[in-house]
């Protein structure tokens, strides 16, 4: 090949690429590699059969067909299950036992497009990757090694000849369906009415149906050709002001609530009869509820008014770094370890269910990867079983307040610095510091809890990193002292008032992240604009100051 492609490469979910850089020759290498992988370890075998589906974004049905093309060049059979839910084709090939490939780049603008890849029981999760980078690695150098005639290929990485996909397999669209309506009253929401917000979300029909199926009345609104990026957990401004208008634009004051989902319709959007949204993270606590969940596993970085509630509920709460991955594997450890009803949920409001289910005496099968209708219709549900209206059900929950940012242009290695020089001893294990009244608490990563005495070296480290922290989380800038740090994935510091800095290198980008959570969204807000702000926000303060004491060899934990 005269044109080396841009190779792919794996996010928190998947392989994610400009469109530019997703040729035909790089999804085909890619999707050979993941199926050589699967083979390898057992997975599948030669001839076993692949799901596939995708979402409504204009390249994706080209990747689609190549994705194809790599299915049948393996020697395995492809299913075409059309254009569904990420976790609609998830389901149904989980059910079937095979292997699965969305194509879709979820929530991110249409330039850019993804791969997400399933084994037969469910996502690949981390310890997968190296394994199938491996594989891609021998299939880039197979093909790379072909030449003009024996390749597929030509010089821009497109198909000679166009490959094509068979036809339509509707099963997989209608066991997503009525995974719903067998475990819902037909009339569940028989005097409600719902507005869809459908933009160009993939399960946009899917998800009218069901609500229409059980007794709504829905009001498609906003239907769109062209592809509409939305980000559940960073909702934009205009996006929020388009659902404040759409009340007073359809005028039903019997207006129930107003639901959609992002691209790949696996993460929700729920907002109140006045227009008003809701987080993700706290959608999630409304579906670990009405699902009677014993475990529970959330990323880190969600609003802590999960940790209250479910605290309340007698939920057993795991953190983990944040990813799909990581909360799967947190719900596996708890259903080794014992533990039945097992959710997860991202701050995004992807829900997952580990286990199976019962709901009004009917079984709801375990979908161990991003949904987004089993949490709108699990809040649904509880305001529609008390009658009571969306709003009331959010406002009960503890008002906790969070934001997000980003600092751009900060050098991968400078945040991993300051992480470095902030964290515990590597031998010590600690994943979360308590600081009550002179004394220290830690908890180690198998969760074994101990005091430290006030002559132990490690209580003397960390008394000083708390010290150096409240230098630049201080009190002129309105912080509190320190009484709490946890390390899972970045460094989540809290703080006496309640207030909350979560602090968090990108692990593959130039940026730096900040979470805040407080009483008012106003103050979470300012946690964050502090923390970030240009040129001496408190993360700068920190970069200057490692450089400044020459700190360059850190021990890594």
């Excluded at 780049?105 to 199938?132: C, F, M, Q």
């Excluded at 005097?191 to 829905?218: C, F, N, P």
């Amino acid at each position: 090949m005269k044109k080396v492609p841009i190779e792919l490469s794996f996010g928190t979910s998947g392989l994610r690429g400009l469109v530019a850089d997703m040729t035909d020759l790089e999804c085909y290498i890619n999707t050979k590699a993941f199926i050589e992988y699967l083979i390898g370890i057992n997975d599948i075998s030669r001839g076993s059969t692949i799901c596939i589906a995708g979402d409504l974004r204009q390249s994706t049905a080209r990747i689609m067909a190549a994705v194809t093309a790599a299915i049948e060049d393996s020697g395995c059979k492809s299913d075409n299950c059309g254009f569904i839910p990420t976790p609609a084709l998830a389901y149904y090939a989980i059910q079937k036992g095979q292997a699965s490939i969305m194509v879709t780049g979820s929530h991110i603008p249409e330039d850019r497009n993804g791969i997400k890849l399933y084994k037969h029981g469910g996502e690949i999760l981390k310890a997968d990757e190296v394994g199938i980078v491996a594989e891609v690695a021998r299939a880039r150098r197979e093909e790379y090694a072909r030449s003009v005639d024996e390749t597929l290929f030509d010089e821009s990485g497109m198909f000679k000849q166009p490959r094509r996909m068979g036809s339509v397999n509707e099963e997989a669209k209608k066991a997503y369906i009525y995974r719903y309506l067998d475990v819902l009253p037909f009339d569940y929401f028989s005097d409600k009415t719902i507005i869809v917000y459908q933009h160009s979300a993939v399960g946009r029909d899917i998800l009218a149906y069901v609500l229409e199926s059980l007794g709504a009345e829905v009001i498609p609104v906003k239907r769109s050709n062209d592809f509409v990026a939305i980000d559940t957990e960073n909702v934009t401004t205009a996006d929020r002001e388009l659902f404040k208008d759409l009340p007073d634009k359809y005028k039903r004051r019997d207006l129930f609530t107003i639901v959609s989902t992002d691209g790949d319709s696996d993460r929700p959007l729920i907002a109140d009869e006045n227009g008003e949204l809701y987080r993700g993270d706290v959608i999630g606590i409304m579906a670990c509820q009405y699902l009677n969940a014993q475990f529970a596993a959330v990323p880190i970085s969600a609003n802590d008014s999960v940790a209250i509630q479910l605290k309340r509920d007698g939920v057993m709460l795991r953190y983990t770094k944040i990813g799909s991955p990581y909360v799967i594997e947190a719900m596996n450890e708890a259903i080794v370890q014992g533990k039945s009803s097992v959710v997860s949920w991202e701050v995004n409001g992807g829900f997952l269910t580990g286990t199976d289910f019962l709901i009004n005496d009917n079984t709801l099968k375990a979908l161990p990867t991003r949904d987004a209708f089993l949490p709108i219709l699990c809040a649904l549900a509880q305001a529609a079983e008390r009658n009571i209206p969306i709003s009331q059900l959010f406002n009960e929950l503890p008002q906790r307040y969070t934001e997000a940012g980003v600092l751009d242009n900060f050098p991968q290695e400078s945040g991993q610095q300051i992480m470095k020089y902030f964290l515990p001893p590597e031998e010590s294990r600690i994943q979360q510091i308590s600081f009550v009244a002179g004394a220290i608490d830690v908890t180690d990563f198998a969760d074994m809890t101990r005091v430290l005495d006030s002559e132990d070296p490690i209580f003397k480290t960390l008394s000083s990193k708390k010290a150096e922290l409240e230098h630049y989380f201080n009190s002129e800038l309105s912080f509190d002292n320190i009484v709490g740090i946890n390390y899972v994935d970045g460094m989540r510091i809290t703080f006496a008032n309640g207030d909350i800095a979560h602090i968090r290198p990108s692990g593959n980008a130039p940026q730096f992240r900040v979470f805040s959570n407080a009483n008012s969204q106003g103050r979470a807000n300012e946690i964050v604009r502090l923390c970030i702000a240009e040129p001496v926000g408190i993360v700068r303060q920190m970069k200057e100051s490692m450089i400044e004491a020459d700190i360059t060899n850190v021990k890594i934990i």
